[in-house]
């Protein structure tokens, strides 16, 4: 099993950043993928991010060019920069883990964005 572990949400000024982290354990060995997702009251989660194991990475257009996400292999960590932030970036951001056995998934951290 994979556990995942968000942190760095909170609230911020329109035009913000925030670096939102997202700590795997367990079988890191079987994850070939990580991404961010968010889900905004009363809409659908959506897909902000990923990165492949290789270091291929894929951004919503909605995102592009303000969002960046890395990884430390080292610490096991995949990070989300988040940039020039709108009110529209405000929902709750989902860490998910593309392993052989299935998806896993963290717990969530809030972003907010104030106008």
């Known amino acids: 099993q994979v556990q995942l572990v968000e942190s760095g949400g909170g609230l911020v000024q329109a035009g913000g950043s925030l670096v939102l982290s997202c700590a795997a354990s367990g079988s890191t060995f079987s994850i070939s993928a990580i991404g961010w997702y968010r889900q905004a009251p009363g809409k659908q989660r959506e897909l902000v991010a990923t990165?492949?194991?290789?270091?291929?990475?894929n951004y919503a257009d909605s995102v592009k060019g303000r969002f960046t996400i890395s990884r430390d292999n080292a610490k096991n960590t995949v990070y989300l920069q988040t940039n020039s932030l709108k009110p529209e970036d405000t929902a709750v951001y989902y860490c998910n883990a593309e392993t052989w056995r299935g998806p896993y998934w963290g717990q969530g951290t809030q972003v907010t964005v104030s106008s």
């Open positions: 990165i492949s194991r290789g270091g291929s990475t």
